[in-house]
């Protein structure tokens, strides 16, 4: 476990192998697309400064994130018109998430490979995990596979279960109910 940063997960850490590992981005787009390890990797890279908040009610700060910027995934993609929010599916037994896409396209969004100057272990995420500086921890996908770009909502597995759509750490928005 990184320092300050508790492991919080459904239970099962995907492996990662790097020759068999895609990216889906699909949905809503001009240019539908799958990408390899090497592929993804071969994008232009991106890095944040920025702290990390969980619903349990830690914080770790000043993290150091390096990966791609979401931007270059959807100037990839060519989002249609009616696109306006999107579907992360990761890796872990059908965990999905949900953000409306005018959030993910804020300029310290991104798809982390590395933390801190060393790459993303598999326990927080790794290889891939999306990074939202301004929601909590569970709308930063960990392990995702899929982007999904859709029309309307579809809320994901924590907003099914009575968590917050929005997630805002600074309203302590944490749950519908």
């Known amino acids: 476990m990184a320092h300050g940063w508790p492991r919080l997960d459904l239970g099962i850490v995907p492996r990662f192998d790097p020759k068999a590992w895609t990216l889906r981005i699909d949905g809503a787009v001009e240019k539908p697309a799958t990408l390899t390890w090497a592929q993804f990797t071969a994008l232009p890279p991106a890095a944040v400064t920025a702290d990390f908040h969980c619903?349990?009610?830690?914080?770790?700060?000043?993290?150091?994130?390096?990966?791609?910027?979401?931007?270059?995934?959807a100037d990839?993609?060519?989002?249609?018109?009616?696109?306006?929010?999107?579907?992360?599916t990761c890796g872990d037994a059908g965990y999905t998430t949900n953000l409306p896409l005018d959030m993910l396209l804020d300029d310290d969004v991104l798809f982390a490979y590395r933390h801190d100057g060393?790459?993303?272990?598999?326990?927080?995420?790794?290889?891939?995990r999306l990074v939202v500086p301004k929601r909590y921890a569970w709308k930063s996908a960990k392990w995702v596979r899929q982007v999904t770009f859709v029309e309307k909502d579809e809320p994901g597995y924590w907003e099914v279960r009575g968590y917050s759509n929005?997630?805002?750490?600074?309203?302590?928005d944490r749950y519908s109910f």
Request: avoid cysteine; aromatic fraction near 10%.
């Open 166 to 172: 929005t997630a805002d750490p600074w309203t302590e």
């Open 55 to 73: 619903v349990t009610g830690w914080s770790r700060f000043d993290n150091r994130w390096e990966g791609v910027s979401f931007r270059t995934i």
């Open 76 to 88: 990839l993609a060519r989002p249609l018109p009616a696109a306006r929010h999107v579907v992360l």
């Open 118 to 128: 060393k790459p993303l272990p598999l326990e927080h995420g790794g290889p891939l």
